[in-house]
Structures are given as C-alpha cells and as structure tokens.
C-alpha cells in the first residue's frame, strides 16, 4: 500500500505481541495533513501502543509506519524534532522549575533564540507566573499546560497526544480544547489523539479509527459515524464498538 | 532528507537537568562530599598509625590516602552515571526525553559528562583536607596522577553503564546494584595491597581489571619513584574493551526496552 500523497502518518498492517498478547493486530491508516484525529477504544484496546510506536517508543512485531515521509523504524531520529508529545501519565521531572523543564527541552530540539520561544509559549498557555516555581507545587491543570508548553515549544509539525485532558475540571479541559483547535488553524499542523472523552472528539476530530482487542474496527468523521451507527452520540457509538453489540457495517 | 547527527547541545541539555537537580538541593551537594571525606578521614589516621608502627608503609607516606582517593574516584564515576540515569528512572522522564531528537549514545555523553563532574566535586575537598590533616599532597603525584585518574574514571563508567544497563532491563528492583556492584572488584583490584597477595588462580582475575593495573602503577610511583608505562597501557587496553562493551550492552538493551516497552512504564 503507498501512502496518501498528503499523509503525515502511513501506517501498514503494523502488529505488536507482548508474548503471547496480541496488543495491535495488523492495523492500517493513513493521517492526513492538518487534520486532527482520534484514535477510540476502551482500555486495552491498542490507543497507547500504537502511539507509543508512532513515537518510536515502542518497536512493532511487524508492518511499516511513516511518519512526515519518514520511516519511522529505521530512521525515528530525522522526525522526532518535526514533532511532540504529551500526556498526563508521562511525567517531566518534578524537581526541576518550569522554565528548567522548558530550557532543558528546548536544548534537546536545538531550539534558537530559546529564551524568546520560552516566554512567547509561556504567554500562550497562560503559565508565564509560574516559569520559577517547581513542577511539582503546580496544580494538575498547571501541569497539563506546562506539559503543552512542552509539546509545543519546537513548533511541531505533528502533535501526539494520549487523552490531552484527562483528569481536568470542564472549565480547565475547554480551555485546552480551544487552544489546540486555534493552534492548528494558525499553524496547519496534524493531530492524533487517544481520548476517552467522546465530547472532546466530536468537537476537535475531523477523523475517528475506532479501535478493539487490538484492531481498527471502523472509522470515519464523527458525523459519519454517527449516521452509520444510527446513534445520537459518539458516546453511544463508542459503547455499541466496546460491548460488540454491532458494528457499523451491520448497521 | 535532513541529517540525524550526534548534537553535543542535547548531551549538554541533559547535563543541565542534573545540574539543576544538584543546584536545588544542597542535601544531595553535601552528600556528595560527604562520603570521600569520611573515607580520607578514617583512613588518614589508619595510615597515621601505621607510619608510626610499620617500616613498609612509612616508606611512602600518604600511599593509602591516595589510594582511598583513587578508589572513591572509581566509586564516584560508577555512581555518577548510574544515579543520574536512575533519576530520569525516578523521576519517570525516560519517555519525555526519547520522544525528542534525543539519541542513545546522546544519553550516555551525557551520563559520563556528569559522573565527571560529580566526580570531581566529591573528590576534590577530600583530597586538599588530606593536606592540613595529614600533610599529604595527593597532587603531588604530578602526570601520573591525571593518568591514574581518567582510569578508574573510566573503569567507573563502565561500571556505571552496566549497572544503568540492568535497572533499564530489570527496573527499578536493581537500583541496589549501583552501590554493591562496584565492591564486587574491590579486593582484587589490588587497593591497599599488591596483586600478588591474592592466590595465584584469581591473578588472573585481577589483572583482567584496570584498576589492579592503576593501583600497582600508584604503588610503583610512590615506593619506587617510577612510572611504569606498562601497567598504564594495561589499564586503557582493558578500559577501551570495557567502556566499548559496556556501551554497546546499554545501547542493546535500550533496543530491547524498545521492543518490550520499557521507556513508558518506568517509575518506582
């Protein structure tokens, strides 16, 4: 299969065993550029592993994945400052002030003129007031717009996400919702995100894989999957994929 | 196609973190200081004894304080490198910083950068406090002793690597290992003893480690006043073995943590 001309992801019949585990199961997709996309399942279902492989965290069993025209197997290092991450479950260390975090990551992409780059992001997020104080006196909304700062400090071309909101109140979770969206209209860059959230999906997602026991058992915009499944909420699809009660083509 | 080189700007990002962590908190700084001082102390008045009580070691006064120090330098290079990687372990940042541009030999610049500098910050008060105390100039050695330092620095390193390589594969349950590792060469590194004290079946052994070779170079300088090219040459054949085999064996099991993801599930 030969990637979409404009995809930033190309993913082919990509498979991952934990032993006798099957966590992904011969997966395919292609992600286009600039849109945001939302990688569904319930727990176990395969979300994390396939980032984490798109990340280069992770080596797959099989199957091939490009990422920003790059074999991201054999060659992760020519992309990985095109691009960032973040997620609640991934730490950056606690000890360190917010703007050492963001000196010492701004070292690691190579970034010029670092010192600007930090207090125009800490500006957009909204963290500038606290750059001094150690990451671990913050609140878990501070933290999840430090950790943005974080993915957004080299500009990157394609941002990963694992459940971007996780753990926020509504007020702190919109507010990061309305900050990606005006992020990817200024900047044109792509989205992939694993969410639990299925508001969060319906409002930021061009694009939903729907995944189970390691496979993508469909896909399509929200607005498709919900005509197809005959539901009024993403909720109810995701529910309808979760328990195996039908699936989109029986419908 | 953009080029993916090796960029000593993250090996310095890296170091940067560690030093941050050091300068936030004066318990750890002093702790580092602490321990060699303890050891010169403890074992400058042994020696003070034994001036006094023994013909052989009057001969070259000052040969165990050196020989403390060149053994807590050895300590120190292995403990520089496995606690600054086991803090990116503890601090569960391994995930954050391999999803930067970040590359594993990167990694391992950096870990032997800081052990250097950990190094030298808990050596160097130990050896000028031998001075007043004991009226033992350790640098007075001259070249040797920069010859006998980058040795053990280097052997401590691999040490390091090795221990860094198991908890990485292991987790967090191996930590122990960067303490008790190292002393598993002691006694036949030749510290405060020659070589040839030890049965003649472990000699072998020992003169498979390049400590045995900068220890017995240490010897010669001070009771003979002559520097023996030969056990140096010793020492950096084995460290240049050990430092490529122990880089290579981190580098393998940061491609087996690839393959069982190890670099997001780390933590206490």
């Not at chain 1, 600039?34 to 994390?48: D, E, P």
């Not at chain 1, 501070?142 to 109140?169: G, H, I, M, W």
């Not at chain 1, 992020?183 to 508001?199: D, F, K, Q, V």
């Not at chain 2, 085999?245 to 670099?263: C, D």
Request: glycine share 8%; with cysteine; aromatic share 10%.
């Amino acid at each position: 299969m030969m990637p979409e001309p404009s995809s930033v992801i190309s993913v082919e019949d990509l498979t991952k065993h934990f032993g006798t585990v099957v966590a992904v199961d011969g997966i395919s997709f292609d992600i286009a550029k600039g849109s945001t996309t939302a990688l569904l399942g319930g727990n176990g279902a395969g979300k994390t592993t396939t980032i984490s492989i798109l990340l280069g965290l992770l080596l797959p069993t099989s199957g091939r994945v490009a990422v920003l025209d790059e074999d991201m197997l054999h060659h992760r290092h020519r992309v990985l400052g095109r691009m960032n991450f973040s997620s609640p479950y991934v730490d950056l260390p606690q000890r360190l002030t917010v703007r050492e975090n963001l000196t010492v990551y701004g070292h690691l992409y190579r970034l010029s003129e670092l010192g600007e780059r930090i207090e125009t992001v800490a500006r957009d997020l909204d963290i500038a007031q606290f750059l001094s104080r150690p990451t671990r006196n913050l609140s878990a909304g501070q933290k999840t717009r430090v950790a943005l700062a974080k993915a957004l400090l080299n500009e990157p071309e394609l941002l990963l996400f694992d459940e971007p909101t996780a753990s926020l109140d509504p007020d702190t979770g919109d507010w990061v919702r309305s900050y990606l969206e005006a992020y990817r209209e200024r900047s044109g860059a792509t989205i992939l995100l694993a969410s639990h959230n299925m508001g969060e999906v319906e409002r930021l997602c061009d694009m939903v894989l729907m995944m189970r026991e390691g496979k993508i058992v469909d896909k399509g915009s929200p607005a498709e999957l919900l005509h197809r499944y005959g539901r009024r909420t993403l909720e109810e699809v995701f529910l309808d994929i979760a328990r195996n009660r039908r699936t989109g083509s029986d419908g | 196609m953009r080029k993916a080189e090796f960029s000593w700007r993250r090996v310095w990002a890296i170091m940067l973190r560690h030093l941050y962590v050091l300068r936030s908190s004066w318990p750890r700084l002093l702790e580092i200081a602490y321990w060699p001082m303890v050891q010169m102390i403890t074992w400058g008045f042994i020696t003070t004894f034994f001036v006094q009580h023994s013909s052989w070691v009057a001969q070259a006064v000052g040969v165990l304080i050196s020989a403390v120090l060149l053994w807590d330098v050895l300590f120190r290079a292995n403990l520089g490198v496995a606690l600054t990687f086991m803090e990116e372990m503890w601090a569960r940042n391994l995930g954050q910083l391999f999803v930067s541009p970040l590359r594993p030999l990167e990694m391992v610049a950096a870990l032997t950068g800081m052990s250097l500098l950990r190094t030298i910050l808990s050596v160097t008060p130990a050896a000028l406090l031998a001075l007043p105390l004991y009226d033992v100039w350790v640098f007075s050695l001259g070249p040797p002793l920069i010859a006998f330092f980058i040795n053990v620095l280097v052997m401590g390193w691999c040490v390091g690597l090795l221990v860094s390589s198991l908890v990485l594969r292991f987790g967090l349950g191996a930590e122990s290992l960067a303490w008790v590792a190292i002393f598993a060469v002691a006694p036949l590194s030749g510290i405060y003893y020659p070589v040839d004290v030890l049965p003649g079946w472990l000699q072998p052994v020992a003169w498979s480690l390049p400590s045995s070779y900068v220890f017995e170079g240490m010897r010669a300088v001070l009771y003979d006043n002559v520097f023996r090219w030969d056990l140096l040459w010793g020492a950096v054949a084995f460290n240049a073995l050990y430092l490529a085999l122990t880089t290579a064996l981190f580098l393998y099991t940061f491609h087996v943590a690839r393959q069982r993801g190890l670099l997001m599930q780390q933590g206490e």
